[in-house]
T-cell receptor
Framework: DAGVIQSPRHEVTEMGQEVTLRCKPI?????LFWYRQTMMRGLELLIY????????DSGMPEDRFSAKMPNASFSTLKIQPSEPRDSAVYFC???????????FGPGTRLTVL | KNEVEQSPQNLTAQEGEFITINCSYS?????LHWLQQHPGGGIVSLFM???GKKKHGRLIATINIQEKHSSLHITASHPRDSAVYIC?????????FGTGTSLTVIP
């Protein structure tokens, strides 16, 4: 298995632009997690899905952030409009179930100028 | 409010030393996770435990539910163990992360 796949690996955009981050979980995993990591705040859980349904999105910082999981093999995290303070590394992880061991993707490094 | 406290924040050890990283939390948990983040940024899940002790190679994780405390031990440390180790607690639908312990093992 290729593991969790994220794209793009790096994204540089200008303030105000829409950004879409993509994640393909490990096949057969039922849970998918989106995290954000910054120097100031460390690792934070943004939202997670179980069986394609959002379970907890209390970590989503504001309405500019949205996440979808249209099917078991694909999820997106969208920021619209983006702001410089959104610059961070965004990780996607999947696990067989919500409380199982999580497997992390390589992350997307987002820079908003 | 960070509900997961790790210590130490930074740790430097000589190759071969026994290393302990501590994690304390304030409320009951469903599970506690130990993650390893390499200098290149990749994150690997090391352990997920809710009681007792788990061992994988030179790594051992223990948890004391009553004391709300977990430890990660590394025996015979090696320079390739140099990384940031992050503790995270899972309670219901919530996940909270410690700020990490940066470990450097010197040859």
């Amino acid at each position: 298995d290729a593991g969790v796949i994220q794209s793009p690996r790096h994204e540089v955009t200008e303030m105000g632009q829409e950004v879409t981050l993509r994640c393909k979980p490990i096949s057969g995993h039922n849970s998918l997690f989106w995290y954000r990591q910054t120097m100031m705040r460390g690792l934070e859980l943004l939202i997670y899905f179980n069986n394609n349904v959002p379970i907890d999105d209390s970590g989503m910082p504001e309405d500019r952030f949205s996440a979808k999981m249209p099917n078991a093999s694909f999820s997106t995290l969208k920021i619209q409009p983006s702001e410089p303070r959104d610059s961070a590394v965004y990780f996607c992880a999947s696990s067989p179930d919500v409380r199982g061991t999580q497997f992390f993707g390589p992350g997307t490094r987002l820079t908003v100028l | 409010k960070n509900e997961v406290e790790q210590s130490p924040q930074n740790l430097t050890a000589q190759e071969g030393e026994f290393i302990t990283i501590n994690c304390s939390y304030s409320v009951g948990i469903s599970a506690l996770h130990w993650l390893q983040q390499h200098p290149g940024g990749g994150i690997v899940s090391l352990f997920m435990l809710s009681s007792g002790k788990k061992k994988h190679g030179r790594l051992i994780a223990t948890i004391n539910i009553q004391e709300k405390h977990s430890s990660l031990h590394i025996t015979a440390s090696h320079p390739r163990d140099s990384a940031v180790y992050i503790c995270a607690r899972n309670t219901g639908n919530q996940f909270y992360f410690g700020t990490g312990t940066s470990l450097t093992v010197i040859p």
